[in-house]
């Protein structure tokens, strides 16, 4: 049907029933504009950074620092080209009021950054001479400069600079900072499907997530490289691994909603559960460790990282074993060189439902012997 149909059918009472819809689900969100110069947000973000009293600070569920060393340089060649620059989000965030606190004592009046969070840490990189500009496309005369390089009138006026902010009133509750953080990222480059869920999906279970993800064997296993930790690859692989686990056979949907709904129902998980799942975790990674000397990777080459096909295979193939004979001594890891797991395990390998079985079971059942 063209758009132009659809239009033509529109009728004056859906008009009524979307503006009715609109002022319903409109949020009176209210905020003030301000600006601040460089010098003092980085002073507001570095005062009080070590021991987490900073008034502007970047909350647990925002992503880690992925620009590169070019991406920075670009922005600090913004800044000295007198480009507008974004507007960076934030929320003045206040304790609760409770009966034992009525008068909210514990209210610091912090900044929570919402959205800006790299430009923040850029620009104090930058003012801590920890950023050495590079790959710059108009200023190429600033190449290898450090904030100290610059003519100190230049550092002054840089730090003269003003950027503007969006504060949300201390009237926005966490759900409002949150929506707000994924509209603006929605559709953006930079952040993956992992990035997105750690601004929105908060919750217990994604903080175990957030644990395992750091455990040092299980990185090293899998070789992570050091962006793909900055872009959260370990806790893609940790939610994959419980989500197919635990619910491989319900698996009938897209990945990403597959992914989504498992995280949403375990946040809410008993703390018990997620106890015996961050042991289950523990007990796969140390079994892999014990038996398969290249981990988890791809090949035999040290240097080489691992696939998430090919992680979750192992991972839940193994632990599928496990609960099966828990104190299991494989009949043999042959199979990891054989055609079959390979294609079980490439690129190209299907994410049907049958082809997700089949490839669990088939690591299952060789851990197992029973093949």
Known sequence: MSINLLIEKITEEMQEEAEMQ?????????????????EVIVDKYLNGLDDDSNE??????????????????????????GLPIPYIYVADTSGEETDE????????ARLELIDGTQRIRTLANFLNNELQLQNLEKLNKLEGFRFSNLPIA????????????????????????????ERINTGSVELNP?????????????????????????????NFTEPSIGRVEPQEFVLRFFAFLNNYQDFNKNINEFLDDYLDAMNKADPNLLQNMKNEFYVMIDFVGTHFPTGFRQGNKKDRTTTRI???????????????QDNLQPVSVDFLDSKEFREYTSSDASSSRNKVIRRLEYVRDQILGTV
């Not at 230049?154 to 966490?174: G, K, S, V, W, Y």
Request: aromatic letters at 10%.
């Open 22 to 38: 609109i002022r319903d689900k409109k949020k009176s969100v209210d905020y003030n504009t301000i600006e601040y110069p460089i």
């Open 56 to 81: 502007l600070f970047i909350p647990d569920y925002q992503r880690a620092m992925i620009w590169d060393i070019k991406r920075q340089s670009k922005f600090i060649e913004s800044i000295l080209l």
């Open 101 to 108: 606190n009525p008068l909210n004592t514990k209210d610091l």
């Open 154 to 181: 230049r550092q002054r006026r840089f730090q003269r600079t003003t950027i503007r902010m969006i504060q949300l009133t201390e009237d926005a509750d966490e759900e409002t900072r949150r929506d707000l953080f």
């Open 194 to 222: 992992m990035e997105k869920r750690r601004g929105i999906r908060r919750g217990a279970f994604l903080n175990v997530i957030d644990e395992l993800a750091k455990y040092e064997k299980f990185i090293h296993l899998c």
């Open 310 to 324: 090919k992680f979750e295979s192992l991972a839940v193939g193994i632990t599928l074993a496990l609960r099966q």
